[in-house]
């Protein structure tokens, strides 16, 4: 499953190689032309029928959060420091593989017998976090973790749910964004009206860097960003709306806090939703940024919407995601994209 393998890729943001690789050996048959550019997008062009003169950007990003090592202390533990959005609290005891040797390490942290008065109650922040490799030493913690060197959440990929239940779960690191790659490869087994630009961006966790060199060089008239979004609708003290929920189908955005959405691009999603049964929802607006933020700002302006597939707990050791709201995600993508030329005019 394509899913599975990008989930178990290593790919923080600056280190995307391994992530790139799948992909490319997935899509280099599919498409017409592919380049890596000098930010290390992976950017390929599946050329269209001909019956429309559009060229859409359609982009999703390969890195994800994780750790860099930044220096080593004479016990042999090692300090980092978090790329991306990280939530300190997810840290303490996790596993990590660090580098390309994928040497194991365990994020240390005190015994609760050990804690002093009031520790119990604050979260331990990330700079008082160390990583332990089972050195005996700062020479040997540096041999096995160079400076500079990155480390991902060992987390395996899973099932959590039997399919013939109807109920379909699994588990994995990383769904932000694997999820919206593995998406845009899907859609590159078919030709559209108009050429599609597939963009596989670089860096988005740490500024949306990749999106915005990628649509300043291939100039779109409009662009899909396929994305992996939070949903929330855990159990909360208070009655608070989840951004999105997991099993009510894609979620299209409105609004977040790198752009708003074009809204003839919203209609033309909520139309094919409709129309063709497949079950959607809004994410709750104002909440996070996507590649989108960059890309509708390149030369005069993009036209822009970003379809997400929800999932829980993104941005930790282990998210769950619905393989259900993977497929319509999939689903309302291409028939959305195949509507395109006659529901939208730039």
Known sequence: MLLQRLSEAHGIAGHEEEVRAVLLEQIRDRVDACRIDGMGNLIALKKGTGSSPLRVLVAAHMDEVGLMITSAEESGVLRFAKVGGIDDRVLPARVVLIGPKRVPGVIGVKPVHLLDKGERDRVTESRQLTIDVGATGKAEAEKLAPRGEFAVFATEFIALSDPSSGYRT????????????????????????????????????????????????????????????????????????????????????????????????????R?????????????????????????????????????????????????ILDLTDFENTAALAREALHRLPRGFVP
């Open 271 to 319: 139309t094919a939703a409709r129309e063709k049964s497949i079950p959607h929802q809004y994410k709750q607006p104002n909440i996070g940024g996507t590649d989108a933020g960059s890309i509708h700002r390149a030369r005069d302006g993009v036209p822009s919407l970003t379809l997400a597939v929800p999932a829980r707990y993104i941005h930790s050791p282990s998210s």
């Open 170 to 269: 699994v588990q994995g690191k990383a769904f932000d964004d694997r999820a919206g790659c593995a998406i845009l490869v899907e859609l590159l087994q078919e030709r559209f009206p108009f050429d599609l630009v597939a963009a596989f961006t670089v860096q988005e966790e740490v500024g949306l860097r990749g999106a915005r060199v990628a649509a300043g060089a291939e100039k779109p008239d409009a662009a899909l960003v396929l994305e992996c979004t939070g949903a929330n609708e855990v159990p909360t003290t208070r009655d608070t709306s989840p951004s999105t929920r997991l099993g009510s189908g894609p979620a299209i955005t409105l609004r977040d806090t790198s752009f708003i959405s074009d809204p003839r691009l919203v209609e033309l999603f």
